[in-house]
């Protein structure tokens, strides 16, 4: 079923009675091509690229939850292309220009909205490293701009320009970075990937790999053994626990990342802001909530809540920059479970186990990168090859001497 204007007008005068579930509920075959483990965006839009642009469709994607109850429904939506390195500017700007065709690409209304992301500047080595950074994006075909502080004061008259400590300086501004519902975009790849034949397996927890001769052959699942020719895992935060299933430890660690929404207010917030001398972004949702977050909880866990000194070092970074913020009640908050690498980029890699592939590492970024990297893992899973913008992602990069180290924090993964 395609979605429109004129459908919902007619849908209106026929009672509603004609719209259908917009994904099946199938269950698992014996047998399949491929079997992607983990139904979050990732998961998800590499299913729907496999069968759209690569005409894989006997595909499952096996969840052990319900679709949209990780990460994909957790984040704080923002999406931008204001990367550094050769090795990440490339992609994630192929994810801004997938991300700006997509609702059209889907038929799926994932509410794009491209306000703006402004990154603070706070001092003049900041703006060097700022300046540096805007042109890497132009060198990838991505926007930036520099703004001065009047071009700062017509957008965000509220924040705090003369703070004794951390004056704003400047800022980086990409239009095109905006942000996009997040589980939309979930619901979206699962409808367009159902739509086209595959099977979407909720409440189905993998539990183990068979490996047979060195090779990945499908795998336990809590409704029963799966048989595939090849098995690829995107499970974020639980990836360094479904590999160990298969013998591997990752270069990874799990740590919690939390988010806040305040009460409803009028618009105030134009775009996205960040702070650029501490870690605090802030937009504002279409209902009116300011929607907030910073660093993660130094301590690793699988934990799905975090604890209360975040909270307090994150409220302290948004009345650093925008002191109005005091004034609003806090609503709610949640936190979902990052897979931190020590480098802080993500994996789109075959493994040493011959049908064995993994997605992981995305940190707390990957929720801009969810349509390229499925895009590529795609790419990787039909050709065996590595897509020309993912080609950086491999596991093997730490032996190589090549890690794609984006803050230069050094194997540190919690200050990634
Ligand atoms: C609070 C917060 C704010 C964030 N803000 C941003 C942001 O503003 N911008 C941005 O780019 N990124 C952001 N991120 C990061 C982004 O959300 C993640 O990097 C991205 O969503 C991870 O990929 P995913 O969607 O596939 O993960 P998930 O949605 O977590 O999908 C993984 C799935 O695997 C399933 N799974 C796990 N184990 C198994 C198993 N054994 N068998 C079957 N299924 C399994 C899980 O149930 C889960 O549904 C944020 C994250 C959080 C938590």
Excluded at 170 to 192: F, P
Excluded at 292 to 310: E, H, K, S
Aim: a positive charge.
């Amino acid at each position: 079923m395609r979605y429109s204007a004129f459908r919902i007008f007619t849908e209106g005068l026929t009672g509603n009675k004609g719209w259908k579930p917009v994904w099946r509920e199938p269950d698992p075959k014996p047998e399949y091509d491929v079997v992607i483990v983990g139904g979050g965006g990732h998961g998800l839009s590499t299913a729907y690229y496999l069968a759209k642009e690569f005409g894989v469709t006997n595909v499952a994607v096996v969840e052990k939850g319900w679709l949209g109850s990780g990460n994909i429904g957790r984040n704080t939506t923002i999406v931008r292309s204001n990367y550094l390195l050769e090795g990440n500017q490339p992609f994630y700007e192929l994810s801004m220009k997938l991300w700006e065709g997509l609702e059209q690409d889907f038929n799926y209304n994932a509410m794009v909205s491209q306000r703006g992301i402004l990154n603070l500047i706070h001092s003049d080595p900041q703006r060097d490293a700022f300046a540096r950074r805007a042109n890497a994006m132009r060198l990838s075909g991505a926007d930036s701009e520099l703004l001065d502080r009047d071009g700062i004061r017509k957008m965000c008259p509220f924040l705090d320009f003369d703070n004794a400590r951390f004056p704003i300086q400047g800022a980086l501004w990409q239009r095109r970075g905006g942000t996009v519902r997040h589980d939309a975009v979930a619901w979206g790849y699962a409808r367009g990937a159902d739509s086209r034949g595959v099977d979407i397996i909720q409440n189905c927890e993998v539990t183990g790999f068979q490996i047979e001769n060195g090779a990945c052959r499908g795998v336990e699942t809590s409704r029963g053994a799966i048989r595939a020719r090849k098995v690829a895992v995107c499970v974020a935060g639980s990836s360094s626990r479904v590999m160990a299933k298969a013998g591997m430890r990752l270069p990874i660690e799990s740590h919690v990342l939390q988010a806040f929404v305040s009460e409803g207010m009028k618009p105030v917030i134009p775009g996205v802001i960040t702070f650029g001398a501490g870690h605090f972004y802030v937009s504002q949702s279409d209902k009116g909530g300011l929607v907030f977050g910073g660093d993660i909880d130094g301590y690793n866990t699988y934990a799905q809540r975090g604890n209360l000194p975040v909270v307090e070092d994150v409220c302290e970074g948004g009345m650093a920059i925008m002191p109005m913020i005091g004034r609003a009640r806090l609503l709610r908050m949640w936190g979902g479970v990052m897979d931190m690498s020590m480098d802080g980029s993500p994996f789109i890699d075959r493994t040493h186990i011959d049908g064995l592939y993994f997605n992981g590492g995305w940190c707390y970024g990957g929720f801009k990168a969810t349509p390229a990297s499925g895009y590529c893992y795609a790419h990787l899973l039909a050709t065996d090859r590595p897509h020309e913008t993912a080609k950086h992602y491999r596991l093997g990069r730490f032996r190589r001497g090549a890690p794609i180290d984006e803050k230069g924090q050094g194997a540190q993964p919690n200050l990634h």
